[in-house]
């Protein structure tokens, strides 16, 4: 999401609480665009709802060099406050198998099916997005991290408590999207030695980058 309002860039990993804070800095372009996409789309001008997204005249002017309209999107993109979340990767992936919205993969498999799915899998996301790793939506053409904070869902308000004061925001998130299958039990039940062993493996780049644990 880009807002102009806010003068942000809001990054969406599936299942880390997007719903919410959508709700205050707007809907975006598409589904789950990473900072690269965001980066291009912004520096080469790309025409979207001014309305609703307008960043800067000059760079939907048709008639100004595409070289100029590069700079200045680019001068943008780093002015702009950049931030996402991510998840403890076996809550997340919990989440995944008993989402309430698009495909519902709880109907047509056991918890350890789907682990074993989401294992030989590349994507992880109903929207084709070619991410294994959370991590990967924030990381520019160098593999470098190129967001200004990166927020956890399990601190969720007190963490967009920090971003809201950066963009002039509301700091009260509604809670949005909420799922009462998810509440029914702790995401831990839901594994076994060796479905917990197959998220730790699938997704260690995620648990030894953000300091999780299977707790």
Not at 121 to 130: F, I, L, R, Y
Not at 144 to 166: P, R
């Amino acid at each position: 999401m880009i807002s102009s309002v806010y003068k942000c860039i809001f990054i969406e990993v599936p299942k880390t609480g997007s719903t919410s804070i959508r709700t205050i800095v707007g809907e975006p372009l598409k589904a789950h665009m990473d900072i690269r996409e965001y980066r291009k789309k912004i520096t080469t001008g790309f025409p979207f709802d001014r309305s609703k997204y307008s960043l800067d005249k000059l760079v939907y002017n048709t008639f100004v060099p595409a070289s100029v309209k590069e700079k200045r999107g680019e001068q943008i993109f780093n002015e702009y406050y950049k931030f996402g979340f991510v998840r403890n990767p076996w809550s997340r992936v919990v989440s995944l198998y008993l989402r309430k919205e698009s495909i519902q993969m709880r109907d047509k498999m056991t918890f350890e099916e789907f682990a074993d799915w989401i294992n030989y899998s590349s994507d992880t996301c109903v929207h084709p997005s070619q991410k294994r790793n959370q991590l990967d939506w924030f990381l520019d053409e160098k593999g470098e991290v190129a967001v200004d904070f990166i927020g956890k869902f399990e601190n969720l308000e007190n963490d967009w408590k920090i971003i809201a004061e950066k963009i002039h925001a509301d700091p009260v998130l509604p809670h949005a999207n909420l799922n009462t299958i998810s509440k029914q039990k702790h995401y831990s039940e839901y594994y076994t030695d060796k479905t917990k062993e197959i998220i730790r493996k699938k997704f260690i780049v995620d648990v030894e980058k953000f300091g999780y644990d299977f707790i």
